[in-house]
Structures are given as structure tokens and as C-alpha cells.
Antibody
Framework: EVQLVESGGGLVQPGGSIRLSCAASGFTFTEYWMNWVRQAPGKGLEWVAN????????NYGESVRGRFTISRDNAENSLSLQMNSLRAEDTALYYC???????????WGQGTLVTVSS | QSALTQPASVSGSPGQSITISCTGT?????????VSWYQQYPGKAPQLIIYDVSNRPSGVSNRFSGSKSGNTASLTISGLRAEDEADYYC??????FGTGTEVTVV
């Protein structure tokens, strides 16, 4: 079964850091670009970042550029998101998402919740 | 990248057809045939239902269809059912997610 399982979410203070992880299984991880997409409570979807299959090309949304870093470990079939200088507006459910073709998001994890609050 | 514009809500009766629009620009929808649509139930992760403007992934009902004209993409749900009540989002290469549409079956 194709599966993405996120972990690492929690409560963090403004200005703090947190690292999210995503474990992939059921498919050849090295053949796919991967993404992080977030959804603030009661709000719509926002694309956060993506990374190519080799881990060399990385793209970020404007709201997180310079603060978040996406990475992957192909030996471990895992994706990560290092989130620094967190703000209240970063509070959201963060989804790990597989890319199919040109930015088509075909497999989604269940998400991990990050809450930024003092 | 700017958000694509969708109506906040669309409603219909069981058996009817409804259409959700997704408006972008000549830099995204107007240029690329890489529009996708996602269905999201409350408390659940989104699910891909249309990709590359009009293609359905395996297992998605043929009641869902997609199209594009100029800078606007559309999702049509035919034979509306109670189970179609959900939020729907579009996405285009070169842009971002749409603002989302809540579908209600009345």
C-alpha cells in the first residue's frame, strides 16, 4: 500500500524551531518529487515547498522562503521540513505529498499539526 | 505565485449537475495544461480527482469531469450525490491552490 506518514508536529513558541518528518512506503521513493502542503485551521490549502527526486532542486513558497528547509533521505525513504523563526501564522496542519507529473499531488499523508503560540 | 479564484460555495440538488470555476491568468491556466482538482472531506486529507485538466485517476467516479477555456478551468460534477458534499480545490502549474469551494447538496 502506498503510504505517507508524517510526524514531528507539536506546540512551539514564536521564534522557535521544529522539524517535521515523513516516512514513505509502498512505492519507489527515488522516482518522485515530494512536497509539503499546509492548511491553517478553517482555511484553504497552501503549497509550502518541494524537492526533486535527487534532493538537489528545492523550491519554496514566498511565505516560508529563508525560514524553512526541505530535505530528503532516499536511503531511508524519508522527507523532512526544518522550520525556523516560526510565527503564529505558520500554525497549520502540514501534509507530506507525492508529486505526479507537473505539480499534481497524487498521494497525501494524514498530516501533522504545528501550533505556534506562547 | 498567486492564488486561483474559485466561488466560495456552490449548491445543487441530488441528480443535478454543478460546475465549479477556477480562474487564473495567462501565466498559469492560460498557458499550461496542468490543472488538477482535489476533494477534501472535513477532517480528512485532500484527494486528487482530476489531473492535467481532464484526466481522472483510477478509482475516481466518471461523474467528475474537468475542462479548460482560456484562463479558466472548470470541474463538473454530474448526477450530484450527498457524498459529493465536500470542499474542492484547484491547482495549476505556475500558480498556487485555488481559494476553495464548498459544495452543498440540498
Amino acid at each position: 500500500e502506498v503510504q505517507l506518514v508524517e510526524s514531528g508536529g507539536g506546540l512551539v513558541q514564536p521564534g522557535g524551531s521544529i522539524r517535521l518528518s515523513c516516512a514513505a512506503s509502498g512505492f519507489t521513493f527515488t522516482e518522485y518529487w515530494m512536497n509539503w502542503v499546509r492548511q491553517a485551521p478553517g482555511k484553504g490549502l497552501e503549497w509550502v515547498a518541494n524537492i526533486d527526486d535527487f534532493g538537489r532542486v528545492k523550491n519554496y513558497g514566498e511565505s516560508v522562503r529563508g525560514r524553512f528547509t526541505i530535505s530528503r533521505d532516499n536511503a531511508e525513504n524519508s522527507l523532512s521540513l526544518q522550520m525556523n523563526s516560526l510565527r503564529a501564522e505558520d500554525t497549520a496542519l502540514y501534509y507530506c505529498v507525492r508529486n505526479r507529473g507537473y505539480e499534481t499531488f497524487d498521494i497525501w499523508g494524514q498530516g501533522t499539526l504545528v501550533t505556534v503560540s506562547s | 505565485q498567486s492564488a486561483l479564484t474559485q466561488p466560495a460555495s456552490v449548491s445543487g440538488s441530488p441528480g443535478q449537475s454543478i460546475t465549479i470555476s477556477c480562474t487564473g491568468t495567462s501565466r498559469d491556466i492560460g498557458t499550461y495544461n496542468f490543472v488538477s482538482w482535489y476533494q477534501q472531506y472535513p477532517g480528512k486529507a485532500p484527494q486528487l480527482i482530476i489531473y492535467d485538466v481532464s484526466n481522472r485517476p483510477s478509482g475516481v467516479s466518471n461523474r467528475f469531469s474537468g475542462s479548460k477555456s482560456g484562463n479558466t478551468a472548470s470541474l463538473t460534477i454530474s448526477g450530484l450525490r450527498a457524498e459529493d458534499e465536500a470542499d474542492y480545490y484547484c491547482f495549476s502549474f505556475g500558480a498556487a491552490f485555488g481559494t476553495g469551494t464548498e459544495v452543498t447538496v440540498v
